[in-house]
Nanobody, 122 residues
Framework: QVQLVESGGGLVQAGGSLRLSCAAS????????MGWYRQAPGKQRELVAD???????KYADSVKGRFTISRDNAKNTVYLQMNSLKPEDTAVYYC????????????????WGQGTQVTVSS
């Protein structure tokens, strides 16, 4: 079974930095898009950034210039470097990946991690 495990969340002061990591493991043939979403209390889950297997990148306007997404295909891992953090960045951050789980299956399926808490104090 495919599993996505996030790490790197925590508490940081405004202006500080954190780096999130997400490693995919289990039955994996290939991975297309990997990305990060976040959800603050009382708000909808929103896309933060994603990156395709061809390194096409998309960022939310609110994080452009501050966050950087990258991936290591050999490790099935995606990263989110977060700089100049603001209190409004406080949320649970979720890793997601589109994965082909079996050679006999041509379909890709979306998988989600359990989330990691990021708290930015003012």
């Amino acid at each position: 079974q495919v599993q996505l495990v996030e790490s790197g969340g925590g508490l940081v002061q405004a202006g500080g930095s954190l780096r999130l990591s997400c490693a995919a493991s289990g039955s994996i043939v290939s991975i297309n898009t990997m990305g990060w979403y976040r959800q603050a209390p009382g708000k909808q889950r929103e896309l933060v950034a994603d990156i395709t297997s061809g390194s096409r990148i998309k960022y939310a306007d609110s994080v452009k210039g501050r966050f950087t997404i990258s991936r290591d295909n050999a490790k099935n891992t995606v990263y989110l470097q977060m700089n100049s953090l603001k209190p409004e960045d406080t949320a649970v951050y979720y890793c997601t990946a589109n994965i082909q789980p079996s050679e006999s299956t041509g379909w890709f399926r979306a998988y989600w991690g359990q989330g990691t808490q990021v708290t930015v104090s003012s």
